[in-house]
Nanobody
Framework: QVDLAESGGGLVQAGGSLRLSCAAS????????MGWFRQAPGKERELVAG???????KYDDSVKGRFTISRDNAKNTVYLQMNSLKPEDTAVYYCAAGRTTVAGVKQNDYAHWGQGTQVTVSS
């Protein structure tokens, strides 16, 4: 059984939008903070956005005002709406389920990971 499955990545021009989805198993999703991370070639994996079980959100400064994280607890799904995309947003994006109800900022705060989805933004 796959705990987390991302979808929605692809190739988009700068200034465009994409919406990532992450479908989770119920046991992974319930009472978990959820996060979207990204990893560009040669760089560390970094938190892009997180959402607590309560719905409180956090964002990396580089995406504030452009990305929106949300969750549908009835569908066990978390989303990342990405607008005004820039070439520097190009990376593999990973969905992760946290160890607690709070979305942490470190990779070790997360117990389950998706396989990743590629987002490529052309200039």
């Amino acid at each position: 059984q796959v705990d987390l499955a991302e979808s929605g990545g692809g190739l988009v021009q700068a200034g465009g939008s994409l919406r990532l989805s992450c479908a989770a198993s119920r046991r992974t999703f319930v009472n978990s903070g959820m996060g979207w991370f990204r990893q560009a070639p040669g760089k560390e994996r970094e938190l892009v956005a997180g959402i607590n079980w309560s719905g409180i959100t956090k964002y990396d400064d580089s995406v504030k005002g452009r990305f929106t994280i949300s969750r549908d607890n009835a569908k066990n799904t978390v989303y990342l709406q990405m607008n005004s995309l820039k070439p520097e947003d190009t990376a593999v994006y990973y969905c992760a389920a946290g160890r607690t109800t709070v979305a942490g900022v470190k990779q070790n705060d997360y117990a389950h990971w998706g396989q990743g989805t590629q987002v490529t933004v052309s200039s």
